[in-house]
């Protein structure tokens, strides 16, 4: 199993939420930012602790990513940590064959995406540098699973409400895991080991409280059959939807039982 920092312009975010899709289904760990992020915004350290947290960084490289000044500033960070650690870390995906690589990865071996009818050979290829990975066996049957989806789709409704909502206020960033949240994670993993990985992936703080995948289970569950739960406003006040719902789209994705047809 692989963590991966997915780096991609706006413009590309069908293949990249495609490309996430395949790897999760496959057993990896997929870092991907869907918010719109301007520069000068103080989301860098965000970045930055994201392209940290994981073994590789994964850049679709199309013609809008190269004038991407965001996916620039992610390869300059991924590019520092390669030569530091002396390690692979960038895996360049080419989805444009009119853009040359940029920079320092020109003279690495890429992933062909340029043709869409080839796409399972290219993800064979990468998959194939990420290396094994031993997906749990998932109790999750497909009604589960459908039923996760409906609580998804009722997040990403409440997130957008309150995107919109909270586009005057300053966001709060958390830059670093508390200690609490860590202690949190550790326990959690010990009693669920299958989804540990998501936890050391996507869990987070909301106020003082740590939200890890059972904790987020639950309040949804509760949410259900209440209507509500206190989580809903810890995320509204920290402006932390979008945390919750990579943390719930994460599962889904992991323990989907359906076959992904590669």
């Not at 009722?154 to 995107?163: G, I, N």
């Not at 508390?178 to 009693?191: S, V, Y």
């Given at each position: 199993m692989s963590s991966i920092f997915l780096s991609h312009s706006h413009q590309d975010k069908e293949f990249a939420r495609r490309l996430t899709k395949d790897l999760r289904k496959k057993g990896h760990i997929v870092w991907i930012d869907e918010a719109e992020i301007k520069i000068g915004e103080s989301l860098i350290e965000k970045i930055r602790d994201g392209i940290d947290s994981v073994e590789y960084v994964a850049a679709i490289i199309s013609k809008s990513a190269v004038e991407s000044e965001w996916v620039k500033k992610e390869l300059d960070l991924a590019s520092n940590r390669e030569i530091e650690t002396k390690q692979l870390v960038v895996l360049p995906i080419l989805l444009d064959s009119s853009v040359s690589l940029p920079g320092f990865l020109k003279g690495k071996k890429y992933a062909d995406f340029t043709d869409s009818g080839k796409y399972s050979?290219?993800?064979?290829?990468?998959?194939?540098?990420?290396?094994?990975?031993?997906?749990?066996?998932?109790?999750?049957?497909?009604d589960d699973i459908e039923e996760l989806r409906r609580e998804l789709e009722?997040?990403?409704?409440?997130?957008?409400?309150?995107?919109r909502d909270s586009e005057r206020k300053e966001r709060l960033i958390t830059k670093r895991r508390?200690?609490?949240?860590?202690?949190?994670?550790?326990?959690?993993?010990?009693?669920f080991p299958e989804y540990a990985a998501i936890n050391n992936a996507y869990a987070f703080e909301a106020g003082s409280n740590p939200i890890t995948l059972q904790y987020a289970l639950h309040a949804l569950q509760k949410a259900s059959m209440t209507g509500s739960h206190v989580l809903d406003l810890l995320l509204t006040l920290e402006n932390k939807w979008q945390e919750m719902e990579n943390l719930i789209e994460a599962y889904v994705d992991y323990v989907e039982v359906e076959d992904s047809g590669l």
């Open positions: 050979t290219a993800l064979r290829a990468l998959l194939g540098t990420l290396g094994p990975t031993n997906l749990p066996k998932s109790a999750v049957n497909k009722k997040v990403k409704a409440q997130r957008d409400f309150h995107r508390g200690p609490k949240l860590q202690r949190e994670i550790k326990k959690e993993n010990r009693e």
